[in-house]
T-cell receptor, first 116, second 115 residues
């Protein structure tokens, strides 16, 4: 079974700063997908960014980018120019395409607080 | 209307009561999931279903049961609720292709409190 570990339960930074959230995972598979989801206080689950394991290039979505280190099984999320609206729980998630059936495996989450 | 609708949104009940959380979707997806979210534990999979005739246990199925009444409906039941089942419950849907893109469509969550 795959596992996803987020070692930072909570982080706090000032508005406009850059922040990096850590995620490591454990799998024996080679073809998989990784995701970061955002959950604001509204409880809504929002997909922030995704990475396909067979792609070496790190994914980027506006102010959000990842540092994907396949050999190290590391998948960190960098948020540049952080904004108050970035305050949320952030979950790292894993999906193995070969299994397919049992959805995503989530980490325990990091509560990110952006201070004004 | 939301693509994935959960009812009730919030519920307070007592130990030993039977509770049903309902989920319906308009996405036409075959795969439906029930997750439980607890502070510090993230989201954990309770049950998932490929279609009406295919129900599978997830990581934490003990104390729960499910019913896939139709492709669009997937209900979660707690036969005899206990306080440690107090949590936020999410229904989600996807198809296999969408899952690989991270397209897991979540409902708005059902907050259950068991006293």
């Amino acid at each position: 079974a795959q596992t996803v570990t987020q070692s930072q339960p909570e982080m706090s930074v000032q508005e406009a700063e850059t922040v990096t959230l850590s995620c490591t995972y454990d799998t024996s598979e080679s073809n998989y997908y990784l995701f970061w989801y955002k959950q604001p206080p509204s409880r809504q689950m929002i997909l922030v960014i995704r990475q396909e394991a067979y792609k070496q290039q790190n994914a980027t979505e506006n102010r959000f980018s990842v540092n994907f280190q396949k050999a190290a099984k590391s998948f960190s999320l960098k948020i540049s120019d952080s904004q108050l609206g970035d305050t949320a729980m952030y979950f790292c998630a894993f999906f193995y395409s070969g299994g397919g059936a049992d959805g995503l495996t989530f980490g325990k989450g990091t509560h990110l607080i952006i201070q004004p | 209307d939301a693509d994935v609708t959960q009812t009730p949104r919030n519920r307070i009940t007592k130990t030993g009561k039977r509770i049903m959380l309902e989920c319906s979707q308009t996405k036409g997806h075959d795969r439906m999931y029930w997750y439980r979210q607890d502070p510090g534990l993230g989201l954990r999979l309770i049950y998932y279903s490929f279609d009406v005739k295919d129900i599978n246990k997830g990581e934490i199925s003990d104390g729960y049961s499910v019913s896939r009444q139709a492709q669009a409906k997937f209900s979660l039941s707690l036969e005899s609720a206990i306080p440690n089942q107090t949590a936020l419950y999410f229904c989600a849907t996807s198809d296999l292709t969408g899952l690989a893109r991270g397209e897991l469509f979540f409902g708005e969550g059902s907050r259950l409190t068991v006293l």
